[in-house]
């Protein structure tokens, strides 16, 4: 079975190999005596194209190099039609060791820790292959993909060509279906990398995934019921330990109860806000996520300052109906008294509340 990648319309041509070069690439192919290789990258449609070529002799020694990208590529090694990705990041400086019999599938990438990703992630897909057509194992595979990968990815090039790999020309991750995992990685460019396209672009993924999700269960994040005042909550952490609203509420401060879904790309800015009403010590932050998937929520609340609780479907169906929740984000004051009051729309009557 063959795989490949389709990188989106949005990496810039770049220069080949000329004067000062400040990234380079070379290493040996054994048994390639006579055969041509090739350095590719995406032009500005998508399309691969060659910047460079070496007709390698029996030693089957190859060197590449070039001016350094403005922002971090991928690029590629072409030889008879196998193919081996591999990232650039400004002035990297990379060595590769591979057999010409099996190119693409049995190749040492050394250089950078992108690099070194990238080639056991392809190597680990490979191995995957023949059972990513059953629904548990290529979801079991996308989880291990994404604790291994993703969740610490800092906005690496390297997330976004998982994320956007094709399997015999389907994406290894839906966007519907994998929405979580969009999101993550988007919020993970949003904070590290905010000026990269391919945040926008990612960040546009996942609203359209969450969008497709939802139409496609039928279903609202969330239920409608009649409002109530301060209702007790009790839930996990992210660590698992089970934390009450009530050892937040009435101990001096107001305490803003937030109900969030952190895969959505928009919840970064929004807890941005609420980290800096807790760091000027205005208020207590108490986060319900009602996120789909635990495991992303969990990644993401671990990076945020205030107390952070996961609700299940059914935790989270029988505390909606009784904060008359229909929307995520939303917010709730609760003062330093202990009394729900005020459900303020936004983070900015939420600030002249406190």
């Known amino acids: 079975m063959k795989y490949h990648h389709l990188l989106p319309a949005l990496f810039l041509l770049g220069a080949a190999a000329c004067q000062d070069p400040s990234f380079s690439i ?4 054994e048994g390639a005596d006579g055969k041509t290789l090739l350095l590719e990258k995406a032009d500005n449609a998508g399309l691969w ?8 002799d029996g030693k ?6 070039g001016h350094a990208p403005a922002a971090p590529e991928i690029y590629r090694l072409a030889l008879d039609g196998s193919y081996i990705y591999f990232p650039v990041d400004s002035i990297d400086h990379l060595t590769l060791t591979a ?5 693409a599938t049995d190749f040492m990438l050394e250089g950078s820790e ?18 990513l057509n059953i629904p548990d194992s290529a979801k079991a595979f996308k989880r291990e993909v994404f604790s291994r990968y993703l969740q610490n990815a800092r906005g690496s090039v390297v997330s976004y060509y998982i994320l956007t790999k094709t399997v015999d020309g389907r994406p290894l991750f839906d966007t519907a279906e994998d929405a979580a995992y969009f999101g993550a990685v988007a919020t993970s460019f949003h904070e590290f990398r905010p000026q990269d396209p391919r945040c926008q672009l990612l960040e546009r993924t996942a609203k359209e995934g969450l969008r497709k999700r939802a139409q496609a ?18 839930l996990p952490n992210e660590e698992g330990h089970e934390t009450a609203l009530s050892e937040l509420v009435g101990k001096g401060l107001p305490v803003v109860l937030a109900f969030e879904d952190l895969s959505d790309p928009e919840t970064a800015k929004l807890n941005s806000e609420l980290k800096a009403i807790v760091t000027e010590g205005r208020a207590k932050v108490y986060c319900v996520g009602l996120d789909a998937d635990q495991l992303v929520w969990r990644n993401a609340a671990r990076n945020l300052p205030f107390t952070t609780v996961y609700a299940n479907v059914s935790q989270a169906r029988e505390i909606c109906l009784k904060y008359n929740v229909n929307t995520v984000p939303t917010l709730f004051l ?13 983070v900015a009557a939420l600030k002249k509340l406190l």
């Open 26 to 29: 070379k290493g040996n192919i």
């Open 334 to 346: 609760i003062n330093s008294a202990g009394s729900l009051s005020a459900r303020p729309a936004e």
């Open 60 to 65: 089957g020694k190859f060197s590449f190099s």
């Open 114 to 131: 992108n690099a070194v990703n990238m080639a056991a992630f392809e190597k680990q897909l490979l191995k995957a292959i023949p059972n």
């Open 99 to 103: 057999p010409a019999a099996r190119f």
């Open 49 to 56: 194209v060659a910047l460079d070529s070496a007709r390698l």
């Open 217 to 234: 269960s039928g279903k609202h994040r969330v239920m409608e019921a009649t409002e109530v005042s301060y209702f007790p909550i009790s």
